[in-house]
């Protein structure tokens, strides 16, 4: 079945570092992709999107580039916040319709020290 | 943007309750909705979606009659737990999806912390 792979945290970062999480994914077809973060006692926000190939997400700082080749949407920052810790969830979706079920990884915690 | 509101956020109650949390779309008409759920420091799980006017489709390995679905209007639908147990402590987050919305990802709720003593 289909699958989201994310790399293991806590990722420990001082403010202004620059941030990789990696994700990789397994399915059978075209998903579109995503990231979501949720900030501690909170719900999953949507952080950003691709829905094809070569498509880049961006919102907040934040980017992710959708790689069909290496399977993989990895998301970056430049320069990291205290604001950004939180723990993010990379996810995908067969299909456009919201009705479509999400599959997640089982989130990275980034914590971002002054 | 779309909203969902999720009521209570957290709840305390005593073995063998039943307790309901309500999952409501304030700006749109949810025809779909998500019910998940989230064990510390891990990720969500499905338990099951619910289309508005049918029942519930649960998930491999989740108990229907333990956590009954109602999804009888287009912005509300409750998730009961009922007979709680404390292995039923948890976090719940349900999702929306539909109207307007229909071709954006789902909407999550804040979520709800359910403590079982």
């Known amino acids: 079945g289909d699958s989201v792979t994310q790399m293991e945290g806590p990722v420990t970062l001082s403010e202004e570092a620059f941030l990789t999480i990696n994700c990789t994914y397994t399915?059978?077809?075209?998903?579109?992709l995503f990231w979501y973060v949720q900030y501690p006692g909170e719900g999953l926000q949507l952080l950003l999107k691709?829905?094809?190939?070569?498509d880049k997400g961006s919102n907040k700082g934040f980017e992710a580039t959708y790689r069909k080749e290496t399977t993989s949407f990895h998301l970056e920052k430049g320069s990291v916040q205290v604001s950004d810790s939180a723990v993010y969830f990379c996810?995908?979706?067969?299909?456009?319709?919201?009705?479509?079920?999400?599959?997640f990884g089982k989130g990275t915690m980034l914590l971002v020290s002054p | 943007g779309a909203v969902v509101s999720q009521h209570p956020s957290w709840v305390i109650c005593k073995s063998g309750t039943s307790v309901k949390i309500e999952c409501r779309s304030l700006?749109?008409?949810?025809?779909?909705m998500f019910w998940y759920r989230q064990f510390p420091k891990q990720s969500l799980m499905l338990m099951a979606t619910?289309?508005?006017?049918?029942?519930?489709?649960?998930e491999q390995g989740v108990e229907k009659d333990k956590f009954l679905i109602n999804h009888a209007s287009l912005t509300l639908s409750t998730l009961t737990v009922t007979s709680a147990h404390p292995e039923d402590s948890s976090f719940y987050i349900c999702?929306?999806?539909?109207?307007?919305?229909?071709?954006?990802?789902?909407?999550f709720g804040d979520g709800t912390r359910l403590s079982i003593l």
């Open positions: 999702s929306a999806a539909g109207g307007q919305y229909s071709n954006q990802p789902q909407h």
């Open positions: 399915a059978t077809g075209y998903p579109s």
């Open positions: 691709a829905t094809k190939a070569d």
């Open positions: 996810a995908l979706r067969m299909g456009n319709s919201g009705y479509s079920t999400l599959t």
């Open positions: 700006d749109f008409q949810a025809t779909t």
């Open positions: 619910s289309n508005e006017g049918s029942k519930a489709t649960y």
